[in-house]
């Protein structure tokens, strides 16, 4: 049996999972009763929005419901064909497809809460961005090691600059200042990185220069209920698995201002691999970032897109 990987935000791109709309073309899979709701949940035909241009599903607030409801999407799509999976875990934004495929939330209210967090993380990057001409963001540091990148953000204490993405053996993201970053360009290439790249993205996500909107969706996340996961799921938060809806809840808030922790030894996918190591990886969502991430981390198994597995409508 597979274990589903659902991706995060960035792994967006027009026209999204209208494979998955058309394979569901008599409406048997629950596909497009899931593409109705989405649409009334958001106010806005979801496919609209999918179809949307590069420019617009990169924004926060549309991306986030988006790639959410891709993700489902292709979830229903797999288990529709008896691909059922043993565990789950999700990037970032992808822990909450995950928490409705492992029973903590309806797909309902999935979409629900990425969209308000969506909308708070969205209006959070902008009051950032009326603060200073040039923003807090993201940089990509390819070729170090996680140890070799905390061993060079030691070196900033007291700035703001902070390991945001854990994602590879060989790729760290970081979050800061664009003082920071700039500072920090130049240490990382000294200790050896092969490639610093600064991503387009609105925001210093997984920092806490995010903690005003984590705080903000803490209250949000006080009128919905989480339940304990049916299916064993693991946290890119705390690299664990998640024992309780409780724990699960928790972890939703810490998502925003903490880092996520997907390939390091104590990490999400390590901790679930270690426990089901014989099991394929599908990556269940938009994109094939997660399945990259799987063949740089140099462990055994193999991981593929959820594209694999389409067939001809029904």
Not at 51 to 77: C, F, G, M
Request: proline share 5%.
């Amino acid at each position: 049996m597979p274990v589903f990987l659902f991706p995060g935000q960035g792994a967006q791109f027009s026209g999204m999972g209208m494979d998955l709309y058309n394979a569901d073309a008599n409406g048997s899979l629950g596909i497009r009763a899931l593409f109705d709701t989405a649409s009334s949940v958001l106010s806005r035909d979801i496919k609209e929005i999918l179809n949307s241009d590069d420019e617009i599903l990169k924004r926060t607030d549309i991306s986030q419901p988006a790639i959410t409801v891709v993700s489902l999407a292709a979830a229903l799509y797999l288990q529709n064909r008896q691909v059922v999976p043993l565990a789950c875990a999700g990037f970032s934004l992808g822990e909450f497809p995950a928490l409705a495929i492992s029973g903590v939330i309806t797909l309902e209210d999935a979409i629900r809460l990425t969209a308000e967090r969506g909308k708070i993380m969205q209006a959070a990057c902008d009051s950032l961005l009326e603060k200073s001409s040039v923003p807090p963001g993201m940089m990509a540091v390819l070729g170090l090691s996680p140890e070799q990148i905390d061993l060079v953000l030691t070196g900033f204490s007291g700035v703001d600059l902070f390991a945001a993405n854990y994602n590879s053996p060989k790729q760290t993201v970081v979050s800061g200042t664009a003082n920071a970053l700039s500072l920090a360009e130049e240490e990382f290439k000294k200790a050896g990185a092969k490639r610093v790249i600064r991503l387009k993205v609105s925001g210093p996500f997984h920092s806490p220069l995010m903690q005003d909107a984590a705080n903000k969706f803490s209250q949000v996340l006080d009128g919905f209920k989480f339940a304990d996961p049916v299916l064993p799921l693991f946290s890119n938060v705390t690299g664990g698995r998640v024992a309780s809806g409780t724990e699960a809840k928790k972890n939703a808030v810490l998502h925003i201002s903490n880092p996520v922790r997907w390939t390091t030894e104590e990490a999400a996918i390590a901790s679930l691999m270690a426990e089901k190591s014989e099991d394929t990886l599908i990556e269940v969502g938009p994109g094939k970032v997660l399945t990259g991430l799987w063949r740089d981390s140099g462990q055994s198994g193999s991981s593929v897109p959820y594209t694999d597995y389409i067939q001809a409508p029904a």
